[in-house]
Structure formats: structure tokens, C-alpha cells
């Protein structure tokens, strides 16, 4: 995927226009604009800039990771199913106190192994 396209899902993802984002990373809306549409590829002083407001990576918005911070060559990477994907992309919808919340629970069912279903049982 082209960096104008994840910059494009970032920002719609959160909700913002496209001159929220210029204002908030100190640029024209018109250029943001060229960037997601793949007309003009922003410096590396840009990008940094758009990876720290968004905060994923440099990498991800270049298309050398995807979202999950795996690299296409990387082959210790985990792999997801679609329906983890689909957790993974609501959770990171969510408002910041909501997903404290989803943590809090993650954090209370690990810690209560005997909620989980054991792999070793038999039958």
C-alpha cells in the first residue's frame, strides 16, 4: 500500500479532516491533500512528523510493515486471523479510556488461567 492510502485510512480511522491533520503536523491541507492522493511524497522530516501524530512507524507508513509491525520478509513474525485483525482494528478505534478498559479486562483474564481453555487437556 502507497503511503498516501495509510495516511488517508489513519486519518479517517480517528475521525479527522484533512485540516486537522495539516494544522496538527504543520502543513497546507492542500498538501496533505497531494499526499494522500499519491501525487507528491512528503520529506522524511514530514513523515516523521505524520508517524509521531499518529504514532506507528516510519516503516508502516512506507509499506515496509504492516499493522501489526511484521515485515513482509520477516518470517518470525506471528500470523493473524482475519478475526484477530478485525479485533485489532476496533480496538484501535476506540477512545483511549475504552481501550484502558479492554486492557484491564485482557490483563484480569490472563491472570485467571483457569477462564482460559487448556491446550494439553484431552477430551
Do not use: C, H, W
Amino acid at each position: 500500500m502507497q503511503l498516501g492510502n495509510v495516511l488517508k485510512e489513519l486519518r479517517q480511522i480517528q475521525g479527522k479532516s484533512q485540516q486537522d491533520i495539516a494544522d496538527k503536523i504543520g502543513i497546507s491541507r492542500s498538501v496533505l491533500s497531494q499526499y494522500e492522493n499519491n501525487l507528491v511524497e512528503p520529506t522524511a522530516y514530514v513523515v516523521k512528523k505524520i508517524a509521531i501524530y499518529f504514532d506507528v512507524s516510519a516503516d508502516y507508513l512506507l509499506g515496509l510493515e504492516d499493522d501489526f509491525g511484521v515485515r513482509p520478509t520477516d518470517t518470525m513474525g506471528d500470523t493473524y486471523s482475519s478475526e484477530e485483525r478485525e479485533i485489532i482494528i476496533k480496538y484501535r478505534r476506540l477512545p483511549d479510556k475504552i481501550k484502558k478498559l479492554v486492557r484491564d479486562q485482557l490483563e484480569i483474564y490472563g491472570e485467571r488461567s483457569e477462564l482460559l481453555p487448556n491446550k494439553n487437556k484431552n477430551g
